[in-house]
């Protein structure tokens, strides 16, 4: 299972037996579909008119911001979106049971992944390190370890290659470091480029940072220097499993927590050969009680900046030519807590991570999914169930298209700004209530603006009405709201007629 980002309870030295891990990994779905339509908002609504000057003594109104949804307002140079900038990161047995037992999977899956974008897919997560291909372990197993490993439906990579034939979604395969031997890998490899159809990276490894070595000279102790020698031997087992890749692109190191091995990073970079950088990223952790995630720590500053604490991960891979990506994240590690993870809240966080992700320099946030009550959606039988999450990853992925730039805007205090120029030359301009106050807005535009608005008390993306004066709408948004403003470039006129 993921583990956060600051804090992690120690790795069991143990896993239950493949069955349990399925059905872990598997529960039934703990809440309702989010909205899949936009519909009013209830806390963000069209402000009302201006009343009389307060009487002597009054508190005094917090003063409007002023907004004109313009080229001018995307004048200043931005990080460019080249690649959507939300994926997801699908544990094995998960993926499996989506995919079904058939030849192919529900077509309600492929839809979602459409609806999303046909954002990249991973396969990876805890299940990685305990993943086998298809008919390889022995019948009965010969030790615990073998008994334990999790192996992959013989109809797995047929369905899924039915599902990406739809979907298009590029797809990157986790590998097994931990149990799993190069055989292995070159079947996993070879049967998952006969699936693949947009696109084939791979990792190697889950978290090597956690693995932890044995100091068999004192083993109520740990070793010394444990940080370089792991990250040694990650560095040689990978190297012993990267031909079987044939070349293919490779991401990593897939760290835990990065500043574990911060010192040793750049080495493994150069040494592993990727082609891009990939780490972890939970905010918040469930793993030692449930009780430390709640939505008020979900919509902390904290939460929806932690992407910042990793720039240096940025600088490392930029200094070696390299892209980074957040390859595994979601708000709270081990699988989240229900009533927090999947609430209306895990939206408006959502897009405050991923907008920090961007401005922090890396390319993508790619949402973990383990069947627990984080995922952004189930699949359950032939049906799709969203929950609020779901409802921000295609928000993100619409108003980030791939060709966009985002930059941030300068905004009152407790409201932060993001101005998207979108291909086509639509401007977007994102606001975000991170006070405890409603904040009054003036928007002006030369067209009618489009108004779009999460709220973390009720799920889905919901189209704020507002009527305008003379080109100008007056709003009124609410604590931990998030609004996305749009206007349609200009028309072009038509060139003169020849004469």
Known sequence: MPRPSRIRAPRRSAFAPALLLIALLCPAVGSGPAAARARPAPALHA??????AAKPGARAKRKTLQFTIAPSLVAAPGVPVSTAPVGLSVEYPV???????????????????????????????????LTAPAGVLATPPASWEAATLYPLPSNFWSALHCLLQSSRDPLTVGLDMRTGTLAWAQQMVGEARAAAVNG????????????????????????????????????????????ALG???????????????????????????????????????????????TIGGLLSSSAADAPARLRWVVADAQAEGLPALISEAN???????????????????????????LKSGFREVRFHLSGNSYDPFLVQGSTVLQRPLQSALLALNRWLAVGS????????????????????????????????????????????????????????????????????????????????VSAAPPPVAPPPAAR
């Open 47 to 52: 402000a009302a008119p201006r009343s009389r």
């Open 95 to 129: 993926m499996a049971a989506a995919l079904g037992s058939g030849a192919c999977p529900p077509p309600a899956l492929a839809h979602e992944l459409i609806a999303l974008g046909s954002p990249a897919l991973q396969l990876a997560g805890a299940s990685q390190d």
């Open 200 to 243: 084939l990276s791979f990792s190697i490894g889950n978290e090597p940072d956690l693995y932890g070595l044995p100091n068999y000279a004192s083993l109520d102790k740990p070793l010394p220097e444990e940080e370089l020698a792991a990250s040694k031997l990650y560095v040689q087992l990978a190297g012993e499993l990267s031909p």
């Open 247 to 293: 070349g293919a692109p490779l991401i990593g190191p897939e760290l835990a927590l990065p500043q574990r091995w911060r010192a040793q990073l750049p080495r493994v970079l150069k040494a592993t050969h990727v082609q891009a950088v990939g780490v972890h990223m939970y905010p918040l952790t469930a793993c030692s009680t449930p009780r430390a995630v």
């Open 331 to 357: 708000s709270a590690s081990c699988g989240g807590v229900a009533g927090v993870s999947d609430s209306p809240a895990a939206s408006v966080w959502a897009v405050r991570f991923v907008l920090s992700a």
């Open 405 to 484: 730039t985002v930059r941030s805007v300068h905004a009152g205090r407790g409201v932060l700004a993001s101005a998207i120029s979108q291909p086509g030359g639509a401007v977007v301009l994102i606001l975000d209530n991170e006070g405890a106050k409603a904040q009054p807005l003036l928007l002006r535009a030369t067209g009618a603006l489009q108004v779009q608005a999460l709220v973390p008390t009720r799920a889905g993306v919901h189209v704020v009405s507002a009527a305008s004066s003379h080109g100008a709408t007056r709003l009124s948004l609410a604590p931990n709201t998030v609004l996305a």
